[in-house]
């Protein structure tokens, strides 16, 4: 059933609608709709470098760019919008931002201090904006004129990066935006007219060209993050883009791209028509995230972050909440206990430092991890029931849980209800691992034999951790994490 019309899909789709309602998690998946660029694989994948994907727990996206050096302002006035969408602002002459890249100069452009306070805030991946929306390229690509090699600074400022942050262990991965502005082709849907048609014909050929050029480039690298697909146009080029994936993926076996790549032929983005995910990890995550291990799917899935409400660039004004190294941490612990990856964003300035205020978390951050970081490495969901006073994770090989604690009860005790039949066999502060919950400390319910309540001696002022060693460790897991992926 290879040519499937509008109507059967309707009438598919209606049909599931009642199931969708009753199981939330499991429906979208798995209409019988044969698809030719749907999605190549259903549930996760299960090589080595996803799997160091999944484990990486903590992320740092960066936004650089020539957004950069106006910062968020023009003559003056205030741009309220995210400081790399600046050029799309009414009062930003579109010349005067095309032209920004003869002052692209760096002086303060380090990377391998970027590196060194991104691996001290115990990130494990680093995301990196290769090119943005505005199309200027931070490496010298040979198929346009709009990048680095042009600019005063001159040198390959990604080389730099890559090396730097591989050096010390941290993985990169190339962000890459399909809008272009700078490109003569580009258009967000393409008119009728045959020499439109052309052109963008033209901006296809130069993507899949840049594309392969960052993968020959950067062979070290371990994936591709994409950006700016919604337009109707890319929607559009079902065919072409599945076949260029194929041929990046085959060009570098093991490289991972996650579902902000390209649609079906019905134009449905990151799920397919059937729900099934297209591609190696669901990335509609953006500055949300989920609730329920439910809402996940059983997909890998990461969580990129901004810190003010929505900055990527650098924007030198700030305005309206600013989010804390607590409330950063809190979403991470989320994020791991959901089986994702949180990912935060920094936006270095036009001179390349990175501001204070991010510098100030980072630094926050990392002293958390220094002492909490077994909580959030190489752990996932932990197939208990969700707690208030904060989220369980649970480490893939040791299987050890880690009750990550935001809120403290009035009570102070933590209510805890382990799978059927187990028990405590030990509990201990990460923090103080030498010390043992004492036999007072830890009460178990009378009316419901897995259910606990660990009394704690002291409030934290931080975000604390238990670890909690449970007498079966394998079974509790794997039983619900399964419920979660049908
Ligand atoms: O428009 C961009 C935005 O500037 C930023 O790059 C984020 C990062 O995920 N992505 C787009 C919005 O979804």
Redesign the pocket.
């Known amino acids: 059933m290879k040519k499937l019309t509008y109507l059967t899909l309707f009438l598919c789709l209606g049909l599931y609608q009642p199931l969708m309602a009753q199981f939330p998690g499991a429906v979208e998946k798995r209409s019988s709709i044969t698809l030719e660029h749907g999605a190549h694989r259903l549930g996760k994948r299960t090589d080595a470098q996803m799997e160091t994907w999944r484990n990486y727990g903590l992320g740092q996206?960066i936004?650089w760019g020539l957004y950069a050096i106006p910062g968020g302002h023009w003559n003056g006035k205030y741009y309220a919008g995210?400081a790399?969408?600046i050029r799309s602002w009414k009062d930003m002459p579109k010349d005067a931002y095309d032209n920004l890249y003869k002052e692209f100069n760096p002086q303060n452009f380090n990377a391998k201090a970027w590196a060194k306070q991104a691996k001290d805030m115990g990130a494990r991946y680093v995301i990196i904006?290769t090119k943005?929306?505005d199309g200027f390229c931070i490496w010298p690509s040979q198929y346009t004129d709009y990048t680095i090699a042009n600019s005063p600074y001159k040198k390959d400022a990604l080389k730099e990066i890559v090396e730097a942050y591989e050096s010390i262990g941290i993985d990169v991965y190339l962000?890459f935006?399909i809008?272009d502005w700078n490109h003569k082709g580009y258009r967000s849907a393409i008119p009728e007219t045959g020499e439109e048609k052309r052109a963008y014909e033209d901006f296809k050929k130069f993507t899949a060209n840049q594309l392969k050029e960052l993968l020959r480039n950067y062979p070290s690298t371990k994936g591709l993050w994409f950006?700016?697909t919604?337009d109707k146009a890319w929607i559009e080029q079902t065919a072409f883009a599945d076949s260029l994936e194929a041929e990046l993926r085959e060009m570098r076996p093991g490289l991972i791209i996650g579902s902000r790549f390209r649609a079906d032929e019905f134009g449905r983005r990151h799920f397919d028509s059937n729900g099934d995910l297209m591609g190696d990890y669901e990335q509609g995550w953006?500055?949300k995230l989920p609730n329920t291990i439910e809402d996940v799917h059983g997909n890998d899935w990461d969580c990129?972050m901004t810190i003010p409400e929505n900055q990527?660039?650098y924007h030198s004004e700030w305005r309206g909440h600013v989010k804390t190294s607590v409330e950063l941490i809190e979403m991470m612990a989320k994020s791991v206990a959901l089986d994702g990856n949180f990912v935060l964003?920094f936006g270095p300035d036009g001179q390349g430092a990175i501001r204070p205020e991010e510098t100030k978390l980072a630094k926050e951050i990392g002293e958390w991890m220094k002492v909490n970081h077994e909580a959030i490495y190489d752990c996932g969901y932990a197939g208990l029931e969700k707690q208030d006073w904060g989220y369980i994770t649970k480490h893939r090989k040791t299987g050890k849980y880690y009750l990550i604690v935001f809120n403290i009860p009035v009570s102070g005790a933590l209510r805890i209800k382990l799978a059927p039949g187990s028990d405590i066999a030990s509990l201990y502060d990460l923090a103080e691992p030498n010390r043992n919950y004492s036999p007072e400390e830890i009460h178990r319910s009378k009316a419901d034999g897995n259910e606990f309540f660990i009394h704690l001696k002291h409030k934290p002022s931080q975000p604390m951790v238990i670890v909690l060693e449970s007498t079966d460790k394998e079974q509790a897991s794997s039983v619900l994490y399964e419920k979660a992926k049908t």
Do not use: K, L, Q
């Open positions: 996206f936004h995210a790399e969408w904006t943005h929306h962000y935006s809008i950006d700016g919604w953006e500055r990129v990527w660039g964003n």
